[in-house]
């Protein structure tokens, strides 16, 4: 019997065919670009983060014969301007509801009546502020990796998740400890809440110590403070099944900055979300479909906010991925390019 061999998980690379600034106001201005058909089904791609930019891979999960692929890049970072990675760049206008509306301001600039929305991890819960707030501009939703930024999430991620790896997580908060004056180190010395361990209930002071250091003067200490982040956070990726193994560390020192001082920034923040507001709010999503594909090995944003957010969809559909993690799989890639294609036709 001869084998058929699997299909290829994305597309092959396709290149821009328009591009430009978009002034979005309080002296931001974002990058934009559009690939594919002119004239094909529309979708925007949102990305993670906050803070990480767009990447030209996302546009192979479409088709370049029918679908037009709408990118770009958030406030502060990618190719937008001005670049969170100058410490003179002022992050007060940069919320949550600042890039809903980027987006739909993009969504008129660009003439889309509706638009697929397609993103992971940051870019999930980007995603669903969006789309709950104009439902009716969303033709349907694919989520790799979904997240809701709640602060239990936040402080699964930076707290938590030292369980499993306490040696690296030790230095992470004697990083910020260290440089967090006057402060003490972040997390000692505070009553820890019942039923919470002292790692978890350290994370939120220590994410606030980080957004300190990475507002500092001093460029060795926001350098000092962006290698210390970038370790955490490629410890929580490094036993993965797939993907790089030191994804964050591997980046330019300017984009590592610009990701970091961005993070800090909204994880300080809750997001500007109120707790458990995406999934609370998840019924306003009525009528538009959606697909979630989400890794069981994933540590940096564990299944179980899937789960919930697919039982608080009336019309979502949950696929997990049994080999992927975080940073995905051919499996997921997969599994993403076909709830694509079955969303957009």
């Known amino acids: 019997m001869t084998s058929v061999p699997a299909s290829p998980p994305v597309h092959p690379p396709i290149e821009p065919y328009d591009h430009g600034m978009l002034d979005v106001g309080d002296g931001n201005h974002l990058y934009w670009e559009v690939s594919g058909a002119p004239r094909g089904r529309p979708a925007l791609v949102v990305h993670g983060g906050p803070g990480s930019g767009s990447h030209p891979y996302t546009r192979r999960y479409f088709d370049p014969g029918r679908h037009r692929v709408v990118l770009f890049d958030q406030r502060n970072c ?52 969006y789309a709950q707030r104009h439902p009716g501009r969303v033709s349907g939703i694919v989520i790799s990796g979904v997240t809701a930024t709640r602060r239990s999430e936040i402080a699964w991620l930076y707290g938590g998740a030292g369980r499993l790896f306490p040696e690296q997580w030790d230095r992470f908060r004697e990083g910020a400890g260290a440089r967090a004056e006057p402060s003490r180190p972040a997390g000692e010395g505070a009553a820890v809440p019942e039923g919470m361990d002292h790692r978890t209930a350290a994370a939120l002071p220590l994410v606030a110590a980080y957004a300190r250091l990475m507002e500092s003067p001093d460029p060795a200490v926001r350098e000092r403070a962006t290698l210390d982040w970038c370790a955490w956070e490629d410890a929580v990726l490094s036993r993965e099944p797939h993907g790089a193994p ?92 076909a709830a694509i294609d079955a969303l957009m036709g």
């Open 78 to 129: 990618g190719r937008s301007t001005p670049h969170a990675s100058d410490p003179a760049t002022d992050l007060r206008h940069n919320t949550t509801d600042h890039l809903v509306a980027d987006m739909e301001r993009l969504r008129s600039r660009l003439g889309i009546e509706r638009w697929l929305l397609f993103g992971g991890s940051w870019g999930s819960t980007l995603i669903l502020a």
């Open 246 to 337: 030191t994804p964050y560390a591997d980046r330019p020192p300017a984009h590592q900055q610009a990701f970091v001082r961005i993070c800090a920034h909204y994880f300080s923040h809750g997001a500007w979300l109120a707790e458990g507001a995406l999934l609370r709010d998840a019924h306003r999503l009525a009528g538009v479909p959606g697909v979630l594909v989400h890794g069981r090995h994933d540590l940096a944003g564990p299944l179980g906010t899937a789960w919930e957010l697919a039982r608080a969809w009336p019309d979502a559909r949950l696929t997990v991925i049994d080999d992927a993690g975080h940073q995905g799989s051919a499996e997921a890639r997969r599994a993403v390019r």
